[in-house]
């Protein structure tokens, strides 16, 4: 049986903390490209540049980044709350990822989510369950 040492579990919390502290600036991003971009059609700032970047709509590109930074809280919060590290972790990387496109949460964010769930997923140990003792009965 193999056992997880106390250290192992130290960076699995750490990796789910860089995840946490990913999700928020992601999100945090996200909010504030909506924001600014409602604020600039607003107040006519040369019809924000047409608020488009290569035919992508600002407002669509935050709305993208928030929820791929709640999915990346989400990642972290399986990874802590039901012990499923390597799912969590693999939600993680793939929606940090995806943020690229949309600025990565000032590109920290990113870089964040990536190192967080690498290190919970390179720390985890599963428990292995004891093989059942088999009796023989004559």
């Given at each position: 049986m193999q056992v997880q040492s106390q250290s192992d579990r130290n960076m699995v919390k750490a990796g789910v903390v860089l995840s946490i502290v990913s999700g928020f600036l992601i999100v945090l991003q996200g909010a504030l490209r909506i924001?600014?971009?409602?604020?600039g059609?607003?107040?006519?700032l040369g019809e924000f540049r047409r608020h488009t970047l290569h035919g992508i709509d600002f407002k669509v590109l935050g709305i993208v980044t928030v929820v791929s930074g709640i999915?990346?809280?989400?990642?972290?919060?399986?990874?802590y709350k039901t012990g499923r590290v390597k799912e969590g972790a693999i939600t993680?990387?793939?929606?940090?990822?995806l943020t690229v496109f949309g600025g990565g949460g000032y590109l920290i964010g990113l870089v964040l989510g990536?190192?967080?769930?690498?290190?919970a997923l390179t720390h985890y140990q599963p428990r292995r369950q004891p093989m059942p003792q088999q009796t023989t009965t004559s």
């Open positions: 924001i600014r971009t409602q604020w059609l607003e107040l006519g999915m990346v809280l989400a990642g972290a919060l399986l990874m993680v990387i793939a929606f940090s990822v990536v190192v967080g769930a690498a290190l």
